[in-house]
Each structure stands twice: as structure tokens, then as C-alpha cells.
């Protein structure tokens, strides 16, 4: 992928959707959809950018997204 | 195949369970109760002659030809408009009886031209026919006398590109006026004048056909009895001598046709009665625009070039895909098997469609398959299968009949929908209520006999907050069907919801600065939608084509299901599908991280169903979707695509970054009947078949598989299937069928809600609505009866989340996107056809008021700018728009609606936000950069092209 700052806002969108929910609900909900929905290298490329600071990446988003577990190598 | 004419029964049929039995010439025959006496006598084999009658309309009995004889009654009344009685006995021959029809004949024919031999409808002329069953053999009274033909008859109307009225031939039975008006619902025709002076008229304003209201949908031409509206192509041709069965290939609806035959020669398409989608209607685009298939622009060779500023040439079927398969092998060993993929086409069947995902699948050896679907109905598919469990509508067409009160939200049927929009017209005018959500005032907000009791304009982006505030009104008012909700949907999420529309910032006066309606009216749409019976939703892009999307289509199923309104007939949640087969793209596995039946790929049960069946090892990973794979191609680890049926340089939003992103390609093979624009871009071009040559089926928005039947060898010398199965094998994994049929079977092999399908059985039955399984053998029209497919209905909590697409000083107006009666889509099929005389280029639609401020009159050259880009087009000002708000159709390529659309787009499924573009809008008089940069490749790529595949 190029450029980060579109996975950034994707995140930031699923995270606003559920965000109403408590919290747990709320990480759950993110991950499970990034996991079922973006390819092992846009995560790993996500995961990348959380190591350099997550920069754009608004709480909520950033708090599940660390939560998340690595993309399969190789894929 | 199929007969020439189907049995013409005189009246509709009726649907009640009660039945009377009569007897009609000494034979006893049982029939619905308030049947007609024609009819009945149809159904025994006996049919009556008549001329005014046919069973599309109801009775009118005003040609009286259809006289009979009841025991007890005096006279002899009509058997249109007599309905049966228990015990009645009828005689349909008597001397009596043919003494008056035969008279009656006499007076229609002294005042009717005898050029039988060499009229139009020679051989299908209801009539001659009646003439020849009342055994008319002269014409007392002459034909000399005043009439209508001759000298004093009026000039033949031939401004319809496609059908002719010629006044001289009509016998003033009305039929056209009331197929205009019953099944059409457009009341453009009227007859005119009274007694010898009655004729029928396109309007009282109109000159002719062309200029008047009428939508050309062929209903009056269906109707009638004689040549006096008659298909251009019969009087050119002569009439057909077979038909073949067969499925549309434009919208949606997917409406049954009977391609009418001469030889390989289509003569016409005419829209077949027993079709369960259309029930004999049909549009100006599927009765009349077929002609692209034959269109001297169609590229019937297969073509290869090494760079895409190569010119064109032309190749041999195994050199082509060797070509193909050659880059793209080299492509991944260079980098990487995930570096190539593809996308699927919502125009192609579904087993075109299954073998492309399989061999992307099996023979790439990824999961970067996605399809068009990605850029229309994503969200549908998200959104439903989320909150109900299955990703599509829930009712068939037929239902709404049963509907109570309409919402209609973002959709406009009349022009995308047409078939579905005059059912849906029909429906109204018997009574049924309608809600408008819409920016426009679009043709049902007004139309003849037609009236949205409220239309809610509302701001493009504000979907989900008017559907929460809808939803606040049935919440707080205690207007929730409780004993629905507690029985069928979950409640612990049932209550989060309730709590969250509740709250006071979703009441319709919280949220009335974001949605820019009256809070009144909205409340006043909620009570109606709550209390009015069974209440239906028709949705169309309107709704998915925005941020929040998916959100969107959850906020309605909540608001179905908190009313009670899923799970019978009249009610549901029904997404009007763009393309005709949308939903079968979708079905048979095209989206990257699901096999056929929406069974994600991490599924190990299934995921080894596949493996174990296509004898590969298949990835659990979700591969690229179109958006990613166009972010993928800019940075350089996506370097191949396979492009089945579709234009993505000109469909998708954000045109220069696709065109960066296909010019970055090593290897883009398209697959289409024209060179269109993304075959600018191609290293490889696949012919491909049009509909006429097609074997295959189509599912449409209502679930229904129907076949689509060849009418004539492939152009191409090859179907599409075994086009892609030598590319697979090509590509070293060996892909093999004998048959479409056999496809199918591979299908209903590896899918639970398609194991009923065969081709067989779609013969046999006509149609099958998925699923068909063992729960349901013989199909199902109404979803969620009883029980949701996910068990509890799940209501989802619907923040509205409003677009980071905002309006500002230099970009004031939002611009949203739509499409025309006439044309479609991307215009590949239509712009090739007449009905380009309706919409010969694309306007922008702006109100009178935001025209004034800017000094724009009607048809002024402007140049429309976002923070994308910019294109010119010509001003069209309209009280149809409201202030603030511009909008304009993308069915030419010049125009380049996409070059303004943005990157935005759905949080769950990435579908772009066409309905939503901040714009600035300034009177120009010249062709954007962009437009001039498009004519120069025309004057590249596709004049090498035409030259070279000529040679």
C-alpha cells in the first residue's frame, strides 16, 4: 500500500462506528473487522506505522488496533 | 424453444382462494372467483374472439366482439366484463352470436385499409385473425365512405426511434391508452375527439410520440391489436418466425424476454408474461436498446500489445492468452503470487463470474478477486447480513402489491428501475402511501395519480441521522411493534438501541441542522411508516454510496424490525440493484475475503470444502479490494489485473488516481465487448459476448435465478467461461467444463442456498429465488418468515457520523450522481444505441437560485471543480434540485463525473461516496484539462486500434 494516511482513516471510520459501544465491544469490533477485511499487508503495514507512534490515529482506533495480533508472515 | 405468441386470456387473472364452477359450451370448468367469463372460456381451450381484451389490461368491453349467451340473462352481454357465477351456463357460438360479430366486423373493416400483404403486421395481426374467426367475407356497406384512412388520414408518426404510429391502421379499441396507463403508469397517451372524430394522441401539447411524455417502454406497442404502433424493426424486417426465452441484461430487475427471431436475426425483444420479475412490462432499454450487440464498434478478435502506447494487434485465441499468461506468471515470480488479481463483472452470468473468482483463487493462488458490486452494493451485502444474517433483500418484487406505505430512499425507480418503478406506480395509485427521502424531486414525489404524501429533501450525508430520527419518533411515541421484537430479534441489543435513538440529539428537531428537513414532517413520515400498515422500503445507491453506507443499511433494518415490518409479504427491506446481476456477482464469491454463499475464507470447514473440490490449497487471508488494489498498483507491489466486463477508468471515483494507478500496470487484460476506457490501459484484450450469445443465469434484486439462452453463436468463436479456463490452464492449474450447466452444478455443489439449482430445474420451473435447499425445495420468495436467517434479528447502534467531505467558501455545493431512463451506466451499451436521442450528453442539474448568484442560463458551458478535479458540462436549470445542491448522470466518458468524485468512503466495505462531492461551479467556454487530455487518447489508443483490427 502507499501511503499510510488512507489506512489511517480507515481505522479511524471503523472505530467511529463502534465506538458507541463499551469498550470491550468497541476493540473487539475493530479488530475482528480489520482482520476479516484487510489483507495481511495492509495490517502489517498498519502494525508498522503503531511502531513509529500511530500518528492520525484517534484513541479509540489506536487503543484496538494495538490489541491486534500480528498478520500472518508471508502472506 | 419457446412459442411464438403466448396464450392471450382476454382479462387478468385473479388471485383468491375461492373458486366457481361454471359451464360453458356443455363442458364445466372451475375458475377464481370474479374471473371473467372470457377468460374462463380461454382457460377450457375456448376462447372467444375480441379485439379490445387482452389480459395486460383490464376489462373494457367496448368492441363488443366478444358477445355470448347466458342462460337467464337477456341479451347477450360481453365476456370481458361479465364475471362468472356458480352454476352459470354459457354458449361462446350461436347463429345469433356470429350473425352480430360478423356484423360488427363489417364496420370495423369498412373503415380499415385492406393492404394486408403488405402491412406490418401481416401475420400478427389480432384483427385479421378476428376477422378470419368470424368468417367475414364481404363488406356490405362498402369502402367508399368517410374514413380514417386513404386520403383524409392522418400522417404516419415515425419520431419514435424504435416503434410507428400510423393512425389509418387504429380501430380506437384503447388498448395503448390503457397499457400507458395500467401497466406503465406514465398516462401519456389519451384518445382525443368523440364518436368518428375519437383518435388516440400523444398529448394534447405534443406533436408526436418523441415529444410527449411517453418513456417508450413498448406497452402500447405490446397492446396493440393492428399495425397502428408497431415495432420499426418488424416493418423493416417482417415478423418473427421463433423465439428464444431469455433474461435482460441491463438493470437489476432483470425482466424475462422472448428474443423474437428471424434465423440468428433478432427481429424484437418482447417482454415475457409469465416472467416473475416483469409479468410482461418492460423499458425502453431492454424491450428496444439491444442493438449494441451487433454494433460495428463490438471487437470481436483478441488483441495484444507489449506497451499501452503500442497500437493494437490483433491475435489468435491461444496466442492472446498465452500473452496473458505469460505476464502474468512472470509478473508473480518477480513479485510475489499476491501482486496480481482481479475484478469481476456484475453484466456477466454467474458462471462467468464463478470461473473468474475460481481461477484468481485457484490458479493465482490469492484472494484479490473483488467485483464491481464493491463500488454500488457493498454495503447492502455488509449491512444486511449483519443485522438480519443474509446479504440480500428480503421480498420479491410481487410484494409490493401488498405494501401499505412505501419509504423510497435514495432510489429513483422511474429512471433506474423502471420496470419495478411502474409496479411500484400501480401500487400507489390503488392506494398504498409513499414517503420520499430524497435530495431531488424525483418523478414519484409527482407524477400522474401519483403523490409522495411527504418528501423529505434531505442534505446528501445525512442518511443515517434522518433514520435514527425516524427512529426516535417510533421509540419514543410507543409506536414499537413489542411482541416482534421480543419473539424475534435479540433483545439485550434491542435495548441498547432503543436507549441510544432515544436520546434527545437524535429527535428529528436535534438533528434537523444536519438532515435540513421540517422535524415535523419527519415525525409525521415515522408515524406513517409505524402505524400504516405493512410498510416497505426501496432503497437504492442513494443510500449505499456514502461514508457511512453500511451504517445506513443497518439504521433501516433496525427501524423494519423495531415496526415489525420483515419476515411476510408487502413489507422488507429492498435494495434496487444497479446492474442485472449484482446480486449473483455478489452470490458467487467475487468479494476478496468470501467463497460463493458469503462464507468467509478464514472458514476452515469451507475454505477445505473448496480445497478439497478444486484440488488446490487456498488462501484464509482476505486479498485486495478494488480501492487497494488501486493503492497497491501506485506503490508498486500490484502489477497485474484481469478485468472482466467492467469500465473501472470510468465507473470509479476518482479518475486520475485510477488512471495512475492502471498506468503503473504491468499487465492489464480486459475482457469486454468494446475497447472501453480501461482498455486504454491494456496489455491484452479478450473479446467477450454480448447477452444474445450468452449461456448462463442472472440473479436479480429479488433473488431470482433466471436463464439467460443464446440466440446466437458467439461473434467470438468462444464462450467467456472457456476463455478463462484456457487462461487458468495456462497458468498451470487445470480448469475444465463441458457446459455452463456444468458450472452451475459445481455451484450448487459447494453452496448450501443454491444446492436446488440446476439448469434443468430453471427450465423446467422458469425461476428459482435463492435459497433453495432442502429447507426450502422449491425456492424462496420472502426471507425471514418466522424466524431471521442469523436467528435474532440484530439491531445495530446507527451513530450518525457525519462525511470528512465538507462544503466550504471555494467549494460550496454538493454534488451527487444519478442516472437517466435512457441510458446506463457507463453508457457502453446504450450511448451505442438510439436512446441516446433522450440523453445526448450529461448536464449538471442546478436550482434557479444558486444558477442566478453565479449568472448561469440553461445550457451554458460551466466547469464543475472539486478539490479532485474539474470537468465542463453544460448547466441544466431546475426547481427539481434543492438550493445548495447540483447534480449530474456519468453515462459519457468526455463528461468525467469521476474526475470530481473523491477517495472517500464507506467505513465497512470501502464503497466510494459518489452522492457526496463539495463543488464550486463557474460559467467556462472550454474543455477541462482533463477532457482535452481524454479526446488526445481517443486519438491514440483507439484509432490505432480500430485501424490495426481492420486490416
Known amino acids: 500500500m502507499s501511503d499510510v494516511s488512507e489506512l489511517v482513516r480507515m481505522a479511524n471510520q471503523i472505530a467511529d462506528f463502534f465506538g458507541p459501544y463499551p469498550e470491550d465491544e468497541t476493540i473487539a469490533g475493530v479488530t475482528q473487522h480489520i482482520r476479516d477485511f484487510w489483507t495481511p499487508a495492509m495490517r502489517k503495514q498498519m502494525a508498522e506505522h503503531l511502531a513509529a507512534g500511530g500518528a492520525g490515529l484517534r484513541p479509540l482506533a489506536l487503543k484496538a488496533l494495538n490489541q491486534m495480533q500480528p498478520a500472518p508472515a508471508g502472506a | ?951
Open chain 2, 1 to 951: 424453444m419457446t412459442m411464438l405468441k403466448e396464450t392471450d386470456f382476454g382479462t387478468p387473472k385473479r388471485e383468491t382462494e375461492k373458486t366457481v364452477t361454471l359451464v360453458i359450451d356443455g363442458k364445466p370448468v372451475s375458475v377464481p372467483e370474479g374471473t371473467s367469463v372470457m377468460r374462463a372460456a380461454t382457460e377450457l381451450g375456448q376462447p372467444i374472439p375480441k379485439l379490445c381484451a387482452t389480459d395486460m389490461l383490464d376489462a373494457w368491453g367496448s368492441c363488443r366482439m366478444c358477445l355470448v349467451e347466458i342462460e337467464g340473462v337477456k341479451g347477450t352481454p360481453a365476456s370481458c366484463t361479465t364475471p362468472v357465477r356458480e352454476g352459470m351456463v354459457v354458449r361462446t357460438q350461436t347463429q345469433r352470436l356470429e350473425r352480430i360479430r360478423r356484423g360488427i366486423m363489417e364496420l370495423y373493416i369498412s373503415d380499415h385499409p385492406l393492404d394486408c400483404l403488405t402491412c406490418g403486421a401481416n401475420g400478427d395481426c389480432e384483427l385479421q385473425d378476428t376477422a378470419g374467426e368470424v368468417g367475414l367475407r364481404e363488406v356490405r356497406y362498402g369502402m367508399e365512405g368517410e374514413s380514417h384512412f386513404g386520403p383524409a388520414a392522418d400522417a404516419r408518426d415515425q419520431s419514435n426511434p424504435y416503434f410507428s404510429f400510423e393512425p389509418a391502421k387504429c380501430i380506437v379499441c384503447s388498448r395503448c391508452v390503457r397499457a400507458c396507463e395500467q401497466v406503465q403508469g406514465t398516462f401519456a397517451l389519451t384518445i382525443q375527439g368523440r364518436g368518428f372524430d375519437s383518435k388516440v394522441s400523444a398529448g394534447a401539447l405534443a406533436d408526436n410520440f418523441f415529444g410527449s411524455e411517453c418513456v417508450s417502454c413498448g406497452a402500447c406497442v405490446q397492446a396493440c391489436p393492428t399495425a397502428t404502433l408497431i415495432e420499426k424493426s418488424v416493418l423493416e424486417h417482417g415478423t418473427p418466425s421463433r423465439s428464444v426465452l431469455t433474461t435482460c441484461a441491463y438493470c437489476g430487475v432483470g425482466c424475462s424476454f422472448r428474443a423474437e427471431m428471424q434465423g440468428d436475426q433478432v427481429v424484437r425483444m418482447v417482454p415475457e408474461k409469465a416472467g416473475g420479475a416483469n409479468e410482461g412490462h418492460s423499458c425502453v432499454k431492454g424491450r428496444f436498446a439491444w442493438g449494441y450487440a451487433t454494433h460495428k464498434d463490438r471487437v470481436t478478435t483478441p488483441m495484444v500489445r507489449d506497451r499501452i502506447t503500442d497500437p493494437w494487434r490483433p491475435a489468435s485465441w491461444d496466442e492472446a492468452i498465452q500473452f496473458a499468461a505469460g505476464r502474468f506468471k512472470a509478473i508473480q515470480e518477480k513479485h510475489g503470487k499476491g501482486s496480481i488479481g482481479g475484478i469481476t463483472s456484475s453484466r456477466c452470468t454467474n458462471e462467468e463470474v464463478y470461473v473468474v473468482q475460481k481461477m484468481i483463487r485457484a490458479a493465482f493462488g490469492n484472494n484479490n478477486v473483488d467485483t464491481c458490486a464493491r463500488v454500488c452494493h457493498s454495503p447492502t451485502g455488509y449491512g444486511l447480513k449483519t443485522t438480519l444474517g443474509t446479504s440480500a433483500g428480503t421480498q420479491n418484487f410481487k410484494s409490493v402489491e401488498k405494501a401499505d406505505v412505501i419509504l423510497v430512499i435514495g432510489a429513483n425507480p422511474t429512471d433506474a428501475h423502471p420496470v419495478f418503478g411502474s409496479r411500484m406506480k400501480k401500487r400507489l395509485r390503488e392506494g398504498a402511501r409513499l414517503i420520499v427521502a430524497d435530495p431531488r424531486r424525483i418523478d414519484l414525489v409527482r407524477s400522474p395519480h401519483v403523490h409522495a404524501e411527504h418528501h423529505i429533501q434531505l442534505r446528501p450525508g445525512s442518511n443515517v441521522a434522518l433514520m435514527n430520527a425516524l427512529a426516535h419518533v417510533v421509540v419514543t411515541e410507543g409506536l414499537v411493534d413489542e411482541t416482534y421484537v421480543a419473539e424475534r430479534c435479540d433483545t439485550v441489543e434491542f435495548d441498547r438501541w432503543r436507549k441510544f435513538v432515544a436520546e434527545e440529539r437524535n429527535s428529528p428537531e436535534a438533528l434537523a441542522g444536519s438532515i435540513g428537513a421540517d422535524p415535523e414532517a419527519v415525525r409525521k413520515a415515522a408515524r406513517l411508516y409505524a402505524t400504516g400498515g405493512n410498510a416497505a422500503i426501496y432503497y437504492g445507491l442513494g443510500v449505499t454510496e456514502h461514508s457511512q453506507g453500511s451504517t445506513m443499511v443497518m439504521a433501516m433494518a433496525n427501524l423494519a424490525m423495531a415496526t415489525g415490518n420483515i419476515g411476510r409479504e408487502g413489507v422488507g427491506i429492498n435494495p434496487l440493484r444497479g446492474q442485472n446481476n449484482v446480486q449473483g456477482s455478489c452470490d458467487m464469491g467475487s468479494f476478496p475475503h468470501e467463497f460463493t454463499g458469503y462464507r468467509h475464507v478464514s472458514d476452515e470447514a469451507t475454505r477445505s470444502l473448496f480445497e478439497k473440490d478444486w484440488g488446490v490449497t487456498l488462501s484464509a487471508e482476505p486479498g485486495l479490494r478494488i480501492p487497494n488494489m488501486f493503492a497497491a498498483a501506485i506503490d508498486g507491489s500490484y502489477r497485474g489485473l484481469f478485468v472482466q466486463g467492467e469500465d473501472i477508468a470510468q465507473s470509479d471515483p476518482n479518475t486520475r488516481h485510477v488512471q495512475a494507478a492502471l498506468e503503473a500496470m504491468d499487465c492489464i487484460v480486459v475482457q469486454d465487448l468494446f475497447l472501453n476506457e480501461t482498455a486504454a490501459y491494456a496489455h491484452v484484450f479478450f473479446p467477450g459476448t454480448s447477452f444474445l450469445e450468452k449461456d448462463g443465469t442472472f440473479t436479480n434484486a429479488e433473488r431470482r435465478i433466471n436463464r439467460v439462452r443464446p440466440v446466437m453463436t458467439e461473434k467470438t468463436g468462444v464462450a467467456e467461461w472457456e476463455v478463462v479456463c484456457r487462461l487458468a490452464r495456462a497458468m498451470g492449474y487445470d480448469m475444465h467444463y463441458d457446459s455452463a450447466a456444468g458450472i452451475m452444478d459445481e455451484i450448487a455443489r459447494l453452496t448450501p442456498t443454491f444446492k436446488g439449482v440446476s439448469f434443468a430445474r430453471l427450465d423446467a420451473e422458469g425461476s428459482l429465488q435463492w435459497p433453495v435447499n432442502d429447507a426450502a425445495p422449491n425456492g424462496t420468495p420472502t426471507m425471514h418468515i418466522g424466524k431471521f436467517v442469523r436467528g435474532k434479528g440484530r439491531f445495530m447502534i446507527t451513530e450518525f457520523v457525519p462525511t470528512e467531505e465538507r462544503t466550504s467558501r471555494s467549494f460550496p455545493l454538493i454534488l451527487t450522481t444519478g442516472r437517466i431512463l435512457s441510458q446506463y451506466n457507463v453508457g457502453a451499451q446504450t450511448r451505442r444505441t438510439e436512446n441516446s436521442r433522450w440523453h445526448e450528453r450529461d448536464e449538471l442539474e442546478m436550482h434557479p437560485f444558486d444558477a442566478e448568484e453565479r449568472g448561469l442560463a440553461d445550457g451554458d458551458m460551466i466547469s464543475i471543480q472539486s478539490r479532485m478535479g474539474a470537468v465542463t458540462l453544460p448547466v441544466k436549470v431546475s426547481e427539481r434540485m434543492p438550493q445548495g445542491v447540483v447534480y449530474t448522470t456519468f453515462h459519457h466518458p468526455l463528461s468525467g463525473a469521476n474526475v470530481i468524485t473523491t477517495d472517500y468512503s464507506d467505513w465497512a466495505t470501502n464503497c466510494p461516496e459518489y452522492k457526496v462531492t463539495a463543488v464550486q461551479v463557474a460559467k467556462s467556454n472550454q474543455p477541462s484539462d482533463w477532457q482535452r487530455g481524454l479526446a488526445e487518447l481517443h486519438d491514440t489508443n483507439y484509432r490505432r486500434a480500430v485501424v490495426e483490427a481492420a486490416e
